[in-house]
């Protein structure tokens, strides 16, 4: 991966025309591929968002 992005919801939507409620689904189903990692200090917090590359992660230094 690389380093994390902290980026509301909101603004992920209004930058790319997709609803909110899009936002959040697409943002779920790339964490649960295990192609994005979220922290959050809290439930209603900014999240910080990091893009994850199993395939490089699991090929090591070499595979890079």
Do not use: M, N
């Amino acid at each position: 991966g690389g380093d994390p992005v902290e980026i509301a919801l909101q603004d992920v939507a209004e930058r790319t025309g997709l609803s909110k409620r899009g936002v959040q689904e697409a943002i779920a189903r790339l964490v649960r591929r295990g192609l994005l990692s979220v922290h959050r200090d809290s439930i209603t917090a900014v999240g910080a968002y990091t893009v994850r590359r199993p395939w490089a992660e699991r090929a090591g230094p070499a595979g890079r």
